[in-house]
């Protein structure tokens, strides 16, 4: 069945139908969880939470990319879970060692297909990025997540963070440029595999 | 000359190939011009390229809903509530029914008397006394009941002619309208129908359930 199928019936209350779409876009959301958030049990909850915000509201659904209809929910689930953060004490972000210290590159960031070497460089870029990221306002992650993570056009990052197209343009180049700054602390620590690939991209 | 915030906004759109044509032509023929303008160009560019190649996470587990989190509940089918009410019209029709056959029982349990008293006999107690009296105060009412009371007590040789014993049979029975009521079967076939309909409606439901749980098994 293909997605407007599947869609049509899970307006109609079909919970298989819906929950073959949950199962084709719910890396899509955890990861964009993932990034904004920075923590694997919080993004988890959120896409849980967004998946069932999704059902509940399906017939809200009028067309359009269902992917940034879906990443909306998700970014509304993150968003709601920074608030209730920031009236709560905060957590650490990296999980700690016996004696407290807090591991920088954790084994369970790592991509178990990969060499070690791989699953060293990943962890290392992951580190970099998450941290990168962390340290931007939530409103300018969020864009930049919908648009160069998870690959969303301008259209679609509009209509996923609910903001007018010329914020979205205006949020996406200053949330680059601060990117950029921060990236730049890390160039020389990022594995050397990665900046050749970069440069010769750019 | 210096790059502005307007300058990177649209080197950034300009990058995502966002910028109208007319604007991005300008933007080229500026960055050939500007080395600072095409530096900020590259550093965007290799940020969105980090971006980009990060690395993705596939999700710890299965995020499908299952029923009881979706809030679902089994379907009920159309005809349920029809047949719920069906057998809650017919349960008030054998109610009304029931209740009109009790009551009418009740008034003519209560009209007997009257009727005998017209007939000329009092109350059922009389009526025996009477039986037991001469012919000729078979029917009396009122005063003249104890006088044929005493009467019969004076007088009871009386009683045993046979012309008293057969005048006796002859009033002993009761009229017609005192007469119990027969059984009305309509009020019956109004419970048994409520009946029908309401256990149709719960089986219907019951197979929803079962279909709703073969389908979704927790």
């Not at chain 1, 920088?104 to 060293?120: G, V, Y």
């Not at chain 2, 190649?53 to 809030?71: E, I, V, W």
């Not at chain 2, 009209?111 to 006394?129: C, D, F, I, K, L």
Request: glycine share 4%.
């Amino acid at each position: 069945m293909d997605e407007p199928s599947l869609i049509r019936s899970a307006q109609r209350g079909d919970l298989e139908a819906f929950n073959r779409l949950v199962l084709a876009y719910q890396d899509a959301l955890y990861n964009t969880a993932l990034r904004i958030l920075g923590d694997e049990e919080l993004a988890a909850d959120a896409t849980q939470e967004a998946f069932l915000s999704a059902f509940r509201a399906l017939n809200a659904y009028r067309g359009g990319s269902f992917k940034a209809w879906l990443l909306r929910t998700v970014t509304n689930a993150c968003y709601d879970e920074l608030r209730r953060r920031k009236r709560r004490p905060t957590t650490p972000l990296e999980p700690e060692s016996d004696d407290g210290e807090e591991i920088e590159s954790p084994r369970w960031l790592a991509d178990p297909a990969a060499s070690p070497e791989e699953q060293f460089d990943q962890a290392e870029l992951n580190h970099a990025i998450q941290h990168c990221l962390d340290a931007l306002p939530a409103n300018f992650r969020a864009v930049v997540v919908l648009a160069d993570i998870e690959g969303l056009d301008y259209t679609e990052v509009a209509r996923a963070a609910r903001l007018p197209l010329g914020t979205v343009k205006s949020r996406l180049a200053r949330a680059r440029l601060k990117l950029r700054e921060c990236l730049q602390a890390f160039w020389e620590l990022l594995p050397a595999a990665f900046r050749l690939v970069v440069e010769r991209e750019a | 000359m210096k790059t502005t915030f307007r300058d990177l906004e649209q080197l950034s759109a300009y990058l995502d190939g966002q910028l109208p044509q007319a604007e991005a032509a300008r933007l080229e023929s500026r960055l050939a011009a500007d080395p600072a303008l095409a530096a900020a160009l590259e550093e965007l560019r290799q940020a969105r390229a980090v971006l980009r190649r990060a690395p993705r996470r596939r999700a710890p587990r299965a995020f499908t809903l299952t029923p009881q989190m979706a809030g679902l509940k089994p379907p009920v089918p159309r005809a349920v509530p029809v047949f719920s009410w069906a057998s809650a019209l017919a349960t008030l029709i054998f109610l009304c029914a029931f209740g009109g056959a009790w009551m009418g029982q009740l008034t003519s349990r209560s009209a007997v008397p009257v009727m005998e008293s017209g007939y000329g006999g009092g109350p059922a107690e009389t009526q025996e006394v009477i039986t037991e009296a001469a012919p000729m105060l078979a029917a009396p009412s009122g005063q003249e009941a104890a006088d044929t009371t005493r009467l019969a007590e004076a007088t009871p040789t009386l009683s045993a002619t046979p012309e008293a014993a057969s005048f006796t049979a002859q009033e002993q029975p009761l009229p017609p309208q005192a007469k119990r009521p027969a059984v009305r079967p309509w009020p019956f076939v109004w419970l048994g129908l409520a009946a029908l309909l309401g256990g149709a409606a719960l089986y219907l439901r019951w197979a929803a359930q079962r279909r709703f749980r073969r389908r979704y098994p927790r």
